[in-house]
């Protein structure tokens, strides 16, 4: 059995623009059926990172959190083609049972979008998959520095 392949990187931020800029930068990486899961406590800039990856994918609409709709979808487009963006913020689900009932366990290995996960440790058993990880922390003295991890699994 190979074992997989783990690519670590990590980004200093020292502003809200930087975070969101590393996400346009790190949207290249994403194509039809991407999973990547987004960690780190409230207002770490999850959001602003997935904001980044909207502007790579030509979002038009703002992307705002998504955790009163919980799934947000919004139409890209990659080379041409239109690609959806799932961005998906699982943090007011309190019962894993919860999942199926928003769809979570069908659109989780849909091929034809990206999925962009926050607060996805509710979900942790069908995260297997993900072949992204993207770590925000924040520094107890620094207001607006923040490492981000990113983390490749190549399957
Ligand atoms: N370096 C930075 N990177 C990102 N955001 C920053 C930074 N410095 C300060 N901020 C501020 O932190 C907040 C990040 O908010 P954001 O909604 O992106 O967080 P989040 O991780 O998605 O939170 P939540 O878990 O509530 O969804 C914004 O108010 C932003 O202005
Ligand atoms: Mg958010």
Same mark, same amino acid.
């Given at each position: 059995?190979? #074992?997989?392949?783990?690519? #670590? +990187?990590?980004?200093?931020?020292?502003? +809200?623009?930087?975070?969101?800029?590393?996400?346009?930068?790190?949207?290249?990486?994403?194509?039809?059926?991407?999973?990547?899961? %987004?960690?780190?406590?409230?207002?770490?800039?999850?959001?602003? %990172?997935?904001?980044?990856?909207?502007?790579? %994918?030509?979002?038009? =609409?703002? #992307?705002?959190?998504?955790? %009163?709709?919980?799934?947000?979808?919004?139409?890209?487009?990659?080379?041409?083609?239109?690609?959806?963006?799932?961005?998906?913020?699982?943090?007011?689900?309190?019962?894993?049972? =919860?999942?199926?009932?928003?769809?979570f366990?069908?659109?989780?290995?849909? =091929?034809?979008?990206?999925?962009?996960?926050?607060?996805p440790?509710?979900? +942790?058993?069908?995260?297997? =998959?993900?072949?992204?990880?993207?770590?925000?922390?924040?520094?107890?003295?620094?207001?607006?520095?923040?490492?981000?991890?990113?983390?490749?699994?190549?399957?």
């Amino acid at each position: 059995m190979e #074992i997989n392949k783990l690519k #670590i +990187e990590q980004i200093i931020s020292n502003s +809200e623009a930087d975070t969101y800029n590393a996400g346009k930068e790190f949207a290249e990486r994403l194509d039809y059926g991407s999973l990547a899961i %987004f960690t780190g406590e409230l207002g770490a800039g999850k959001t602003q %990172f997935i904001k980044g990856i909207g502007e790579y %994918f030509n979002i038009a =609409e703002d #992307i705002t959190s998504p955790s %009163f709709a919980i799934i947000n979808q919004y139409s890209g487009s990659l080379d041409g083609d239109s690609i959806p963006i799932l961005h998906i913020d699982l943090y007011r689900l309190t019962k894993k049972s =919860e999942l199926a009932t928003i769809g979570f366990n069908e659109l989780i290995y849909d =091929e034809d979008s990206i999925k962009l996960i926050e607060w996805p440790e509710i979900a +942790e058993q069908y995260l297997s =998959e993900a072949m992204f990880k993207i770590e925000i922390q924040t520094h107890p003295a620094e207001v607006s520095t923040r490492k981000i991890i990113i983390t490749e699994i190549k399957n």
